[in-house]
């Protein structure tokens, strides 16, 4: 398989959960500016939505959207338990989380990284994005991990996201659950790895 992403971009999720899971995997970075491969290749051939991740699976299959990529990968090794199984509350905890930090948090910072958002909309966005973030490190509290005592891919992705909160220079005082959160999925090997890799 090869992951095709931007360093530091919502493609982080899919590469750490790459990492965790065990499977060979290359990676080839997308310049996302230009729409172009390392090589000089056009991605919109790769993927007509110019967006990371993507993912070009071993029968040369194309799947997109990060969200499904990181299903696919825990699927593909169970045992790893990246995502629980099929029909326990705990899988669909999982994908709650994971269709919160997609629409609520991820889709929230757009605005934070667009050029043409105007300068008296970014106050409303912070607003709405720090609301956001106390909910998180409410729902945090004590636990490890965000759906309690395991690791799954929505911590990869709202591990990934919650980065750019710093970012974008959003204010996070008191928000200790997230700062010991951060601290934890930090010092995971592959968590860590899949960082030192991006050069993050």
Same mark, same amino acid.
């Given at each position: 398989?090869?992951?095709y ?67 696919? #990968? $825990? &699927?593909?090794?169970?045992d790893?338990? %990246? ?6 509350m705990?899988?669909?905890?999982? =994908? ?27 106050p ?5 994005l ?6 998180v490190?409410e ?7 965000i ?5 799954? #891919? $929505? &911590? ?5 996201? %919650? ?11 008191? =928000? ?6 951060m ?18």
């Amino acid at each position: 398989m090869k992951l095709y992403y931007k360093p530091g971009a919502c493609s982080l999720a899919s590469h750490i959960i790459l990492r965790e899971s065990g499977l060979d995997f290359t990676l080839e970075k997308v310049d996302l500016a230009n729409k172009r491969l390392e090589n000089g290749d056009d991605f919109l051939n790769m993927n007509p939505k110019g967006q990371v991740p993507t993912l070009l699976l071993d029968d040369n299959a194309i799947l997109t959207e990060g969200v499904a990529i990181m299903q696919f #990968i $825990a &699927d593909s090794v169970a045992d790893r338990q %990246l995502l629980a199984s099929p029909g326990s509350m705990a899988r669909y905890r999982a =994908l709650e989380w994971l269709n919160y930090v997609a629409t609520e948090l991820h889709k929230g910072f757009t605005p934070l990284f667009r050029p043409d958002t105007p300068e008296d909309y970014k106050p409303t966005v912070r607003a709405l994005l720090e609301k956001k973030l106390r909910f998180v490190d409410e729902a945090l509290g004590d636990k490890p991990w965000i759906g309690g005592t395991r690791f799954t #891919i $929505a &911590d990869a992705y709202l591990f990934t996201v %919650l980065r750019w909160a710093r970012a974008v220079k959003l204010e996070m005082s008191g =928000l200790n659950h997230i700062q010991a959160y951060m601290e934890r999925v930090a010092a995971r090997p592959a968590v860590a790895a899949a960082l030192a890799a991006e050069g993050l």
